[in-house]
């Protein structure tokens, strides 16, 4: 087989995929996205699987969707990046197969979020649709607060700010839960623990190891399967009322969570890779 492994930069994950990838003693091409050229008009792929690592979101979806229309099997699919990378898409998933969810409204212009907002009661948390590592999230606690970061989206004009995601305010304990879910099967969890209420890894929170033979990694596999499947990361909140999924990660960074739960997670990446590839 002729494998590629598509990414913008060598991080720590990337290092692991390419141990594991030694180890097993495959093959691969490491390909730089800023170099990839399509040609929509004679579709042609060098590669019969390609495990995607861009960091950008739009990037991995349309090299994903390119090379799947070239006939190469990727991981994630197109489908699985499309509805993970936009927030709303995945709350509809979500929603749509039964799983519990914090409330979550959707407005497209400023004067109807702000009502949203006030409809959801305060505090409330505000969030791109598309986005990562916890930035750009805004917890507003009063009316002139929402205002102000309503007013903001709005001047920014991007297409990132023009729909308004609006998430009620889950109280934490201190921390979150990520779960790692490859091929359907939870491999490896952590809780992410901080002082902060934004409780992302890339913003200085904590892994601690999670067990993920429990409702934790039963509610993650299950959200995976109403994302599409393939290899994800499953981010829960502990409510009032018990586990609620936040969000689906399709292009998840691995390493606190490797660290947190010894568990070779870049090993179970690989190896489902190689089956998704062998077909």
């Not at 205002?147 to 921390?175: D, T």
């Not at 499953?234 to 586990?243: A, F, H, R, Y």
Request: glycine share 10%.
């Amino acid at each position: 087989m002729r494998l590629a492994v598509v990414l913008s930069r060598l991080r720590h994950d990337e290092k692991l995929i390419f141990e594991a990838l030694d180890r097993r003693g495959v093959a691969c091409d490491r390909v730089d996205d800023r170099e990839l050229i399509f040609d929509l008009t004679s579709p042609s792929c060098p590669w019969d699987s390609v495990l995607i690592r861009s960091i950008s979101q739009s990037r991995a979806e349309t090299a994903a969707m390119l090379l799947g229309a070239a006939g190469a099997r990727t991981v994630n699919s197109p489908g699985v990046l499309a509805t993970c990378n936009d927030k709303v898409r995945t709350t509809a998933a979500l929603v749509a197969a039964g799983l519990p969810s914090p409330r979550t409204l959707v407005a497209l212009d400023p004067e109807s979020a702000l009502q949203a907002v006030e409809r959801l009661g305060y505090p409330a948390v505000l969030k791109p649709p598309a986005g990562s590592w916890g930035r750009l999230l805004s917890r507003v606690s009063d009316r002139d607060a929402a205002e102000a970061v309503i007013e903001h989206k709005s001047v920014l004009g991007s297409a990132m700010h023009s729909v308004f995601y609006i998430q009620e305010h889950v109280p934490k304990p201190g921390r979150d839960i990520r779960v790692i879910v490859i091929g359907g099967r939870a491999v490896a969890g952590m809780y992410r623990c901080s002082e902060h209420w934004v409780t992302n890894a890339a913003r200085g929170g904590r892994g601690v190891n999670c067990p993920v033979d429990g409702e934790a990694g039963r509610l993650a596999q299950r959200a995976a399967e109403a994302t599409g499947g393939g290899a994800v990361a499953v981010d829960l909140l502990e409510g009032p009322d018990g586990l609620l999924v936040n969000e689906v990660n399709a292009t998840m960074e691995f390493k606190t969570c490797t660290e947190a739960s010894g568990v070779d997670v870049a090993g179970a990446l690989v190896d489902y890779w190689l089956e998704v590839a062998a077909g």
